[in-house]
T-cell receptor, first 108, second 113 residues
Framework: RKEVEQDPGPFNVPEGATVAFNCTYS??????FFWYRQDCRKEPKLLMS???SGNEDGRFTAQLNRASQYISLLIRDSKLSDSATYLC?????????FGKGTSLLVTP | DTGVSQDPRHKITKRGQNVTFRCDPI?????LYWYRQTLGQGPEFLTY????????KSRLLSDRFSAERPKGSFSTLEIQRTEQGDSAMYLC???????????FGSGTQLSVL
């Protein structure tokens, strides 16, 4: 079983839609959780950290369920510029392990 | 702010040759990571340095791979006797302080012919 699993998509949504991505992780000792965004042929960039109580950054909301070892990302009012691959990241010891990513395409 | 820089951006080599990549992290960051990414996959952890000490290595890192960070600043990743399966994007990232957030370089794209 992979340490971090994500639905690869692709998710094709119209502008203005709300879309949710899910991620599960296998290491119950993990303490740090993030969402990264990766544009085509570019390096990953931090989108947001994920905190136990849930957190919001503008149109983006992240949730963590430790009991189920599940992380989510909700994007409201999708923009064309949100089109990218979203990577779920979980720590395991010193390493930060990445999921395969979920591809999002927002269409006009 | 110079960010994380990697050199070269692209490397084409023949099977069996040795290659070396360089990473210069953000200057105040003491933690440095190497990752490998292939098309359609997320970045895969290879190794981690805290200052000059290599504290973790993935089992993906075969004997042909070696990484160094001699003075706790820049790092090199060497691949000996390259194979076609080594073709990938090699990403370096750094972090510092009490923060685990990674800042990535633009990567070195390796093609083994």
């Amino acid at each position: 079983r992979k340490e971090v699993e994500q639905d690869p998509g692709p998710f094709n949504v119209p502008e203005g839609a709300t879309v949710a991505f899910n991620c599960t992780y296998s290491n119950s000792a993990s303490q740090s959780f993030f969402w990264y965004r990766q544009d085509c042929r570019k390096e990953p960039k931090l989108l947001m950290s994920v905190y136990s109580s849930g957190n919001e950054d503008g149109r983006f909301t992240a949730q963590l369920n430790r009991a189920s070892q599940y992380i989510s990302l909700l994007i409201r009012d999708s923009k064309l510029s949100d089109s990218a691959t979203y990577l779920c990241v979980v720590n395991a010891g010193y390493a930060l392990n990445f999921g395969k990513g979920t591809s999002l395409l927002v269409t006009p | 702010d110079t960010g994380v820089s990697q050199d070269p951006r692209h490397k084409i080599t023949k099977r069996g040759q040795n290659v070396t990549f360089r990473c210069d992290p953000i200057s105040e960051h003491n933690r440095l990571y190497w990752y490998r990414q292939t098309l359609g996959q997320g970045p895969e952890f290879l190794t981690y340095f805290q200052n000059e000490a290599q504290l973790e290595k993935s089992r993906l890192l075969s004997d042909r791979f070696s990484a160094e960070r001699p003075k706790g600043s820049f790092s090199t990743l060497e691949i000996q006797r390259t194979e076609q399966g080594d073709s990938a994007m090699y990403l370096c990232a750094s972090s510092g302080g009490g923060d685990e957030k990674l800042f990535f370089g633009s990567g070195t794209q390796l093609s083994v012919l």
